[in-house]
């Protein structure tokens, strides 16, 4: 079975930001990721982390314009100075926080210059984070396009051409299987063309993005299995909004 995780910028809703690692624990759940940690200092996030024995698994690079519609830069021409301000502040954040892994957000672009901006931002940024953060693993990840429309990664044939271009040993594919059966409708499938690609995996329900129980469009019980056979190392964390109480929606931990 999989190493799980839980999304905590999306669970526990109720509670502010700053008393979900301790309510997470409480349910029984030790490894969590965030979006974005920015709004917290890093220092009292670790030692929230610290005193609940829990592991941040993966942050997002920042995207301070979110609420009015910005999805990062790094994809953004004429901005590769913000991006590289961001990803500085994100590579501080994941050394306080010890966080193995940090996702690139492309943003809301389209076309070859776009391409080429995010294909020089990941050559920067995984330079740089070899030399800073000698154990951190960057991702791309594709996102569908009715979740997100103009993302610019929407294609895991598109991950891959720029992660070939590439060629970096710190850089890799973030797996979303809800993001991957919007875009494919054959999680499974995707899996076997694209996986041996991926350091982080997220899951979610393909109907309502709520928690990935059994019985779903998406066969999670198979989908594990296969992780498990493929010899799958990294973390399997559940990125979804609950349906209902987050504690009790956790029995998909086991169920699968």
Request: a negative charge.
């Amino acid at each position: 079975m999989p190493r799980f995780a839980l999304n905590i910028t999306l669970a526990f809703a109720d509670l502010p930001l700053s008393a979900r690692i301790a309510a997470a624990a409480r349910a029984g759940v030790k490894r969590v990721e965030m979006l974005f940690p920015y709004a917290q200092p890093a220092n009292e996030l670790a030692a929230q982390l610290e005193q609940h024995g829990a592991q941040l698994v993966l942050i997002n690079t920042p995207a301070d314009d979110w609420a009015a519609g910005g999805r990062g830069c790094a994809a953004l021409p004429g901005q590769t100075a913000r991006f590289q301000d961001e990803f500085a502040r994100a590579l501080e954040y994941t050394a306080a926080l010890h966080a193995p892994v940090l996702h690139v957000m492309a943003g809301l672009a389209q076309g070859e210059a776009a391409r080429d901006v995010f294909v020089e931002n990941l050559a920067w940024a995984s330079d740089r984070a070899a030399q800073d953060a000698p154990g951190l693993t960057l991702t791309i990840e594709p996102i569908n396009p009715i979740d997100m429309p103009g993302y610019f990664l929407s294609d895991f044939d598109q991950a891959d051409s720029i992660l070939d271009d590439l060629d970096r040993p710190n850089l890799a594919l973030q797996f979303d299987a809800y993001h991957a059966y919007r875009l494919t409708n054959d999680v499974l499938g995707t899996w076997a063309q694209h996986g041996h690609r991926a350091a982080h995996v997220q899951v979610a329900a393909a109907e309502n993005r709520a928690e990935p129980l059994p019985g779903g469009a998406i066969d999670y019980s198979a989908f594990f299995a296969r992780l498990d056979a493929d010899g799958y190392a990294g973390v399997v964390s559940g990125e979804y909004v609950p349906a209902g109480d987050t504690t009790a929606g956790l029995r998909w931990m086991r169920a699968c």
